[in-house]
């Protein structure tokens, strides 16, 4: 991809999630997601119904009148974005790939972070830490993310979701706002997962493909397996192989959910032909 082509595609993006932050999630990410707690601003003049308990008694032995003291919430925070970026993102049978879709979601989280104010990093992760780029403020940096999130090409192609959630808590000393991105079609994170929910605040985010979830009865088919790179041919005609298919599918969505919702976890399904507005919305607004 060129610059000139790159650029074109991050405005694009910006222009559209931008806008979604913007009027739709920026009031919704901020009842979600409070500050560290309430930080002293200023005293002003008592007035009916003001709680007696803030009143600030120095000031109003000096100025003969009662004055209160004013709070406001301590609001910077830290959002985390882990991305998988492994060889299975790149399907999609409908207008988009699942990468398409989850860097969308990414960069509407983004720009919502920033909107008030919080600070963004990322991780891009397949079998090994690909990307990490620390957590800054600003439009300009949110551009930086959007722009790697695109253009990025990973050395990796399976997942390790487990390797990604250690990189993160070593490099993440302070509780943070951390959503995990991917299809989650990876084992043996439960352990790691219930360690990082408990010291940070986090969602994962599953983007997936309606014919994931079921092999059609095509006849014998070629099948690249994008995480490994090898062609094989598949007997999608045989009963057999659709069970063990549907199986093997129904047992990492299970462990999936089991995972985060034992962790305290968030949790949010997304299909690439779904509306990814509806389903962060609903999802604020019920932990709101």
């Known amino acids: 991809m060129d610059t000139k082509e790159l650029l074109k595609k991050v405005r694009k993006i910006e222009i559209k999630t931008r806008r979604l932050s913007d009027h739709v999630f920026g009031g919704e990410y901020h009842s979600t997601f409070k500050g560290r707690g309430m930080t002293f601003s200023e005293v002003r003049a008592y007035q009916f119904g003001d709680d007696v308990r803030s009143i600030d008694w120095n000031v109003t032995a000096r100025y003969n009148e009662p004055f209160v003291k004013v709070f406001e919430e301590e609001r910077e925070l830290t959002l985390m974005l882990m991305v998988d970026i492994s060889g299975s993102q790149m399907f999609g049978t409908r207008e988009q790939f699942k990468k398409d879709v989850i860097t969308e979601i990414a960069a509407t989280l983004a720009f919502s972070a920033t909107n008030n104010n919080d600070k963004i990093g990322l991780m891009l992760f397949t079998d ?14 949110v551009l930086r993310i959007i722009r790697e ?10 997942t390790d979701i487990t390797g990604a959630l250690k990189y993160l808590s070593n490099v993440m000393k302070k ?5 995990l991105l991917s299809d989650f079609m990876a084992d043996d994170y439960q352990h790691t997962l219930k360690i990082v929910a408990g010291k940070h605040d986090v969602t994962g985010i599953r983007v997936f493909d309606k014919m994931e979830e079921t092999i059609p009865n095509l006849g014998l088919v070629q099948m690249l397996d994008e995480e490994t790179g090898d062609y094989v041919n598949v007997n999608t005609g045989s009963k057999a192989v659709r ?7 129904q047992e990492r969505l299970n462990y999936f959910h089991q995972s985060f919702s034992l962790s305290g976890a968030g949790i949010i ?3 690439t ?6 389903k ?4 604020f607004k019920r932990r709101a």
């Open 273 to 278: 032909d779904e509306s990814y507005v509806k």
């Open 149 to 158: 999130l695109l253009e990025f090409h990973p050395e990796g192609k399976k």
């Open 175 to 179: 509780k943070a706002i951390v959503f």
């Open 280 to 283: 962060l919305l609903g999802y």
């Open 128 to 141: 090994r830490i690909e990307l990490y780029i620390p957590p800054k403020k600003g439009r300009s940096h």
């Open 243 to 249: 069970r063990a298919y549907s199986k093997y599918y």
């Open 269 to 271: 399904n997304n299909r």
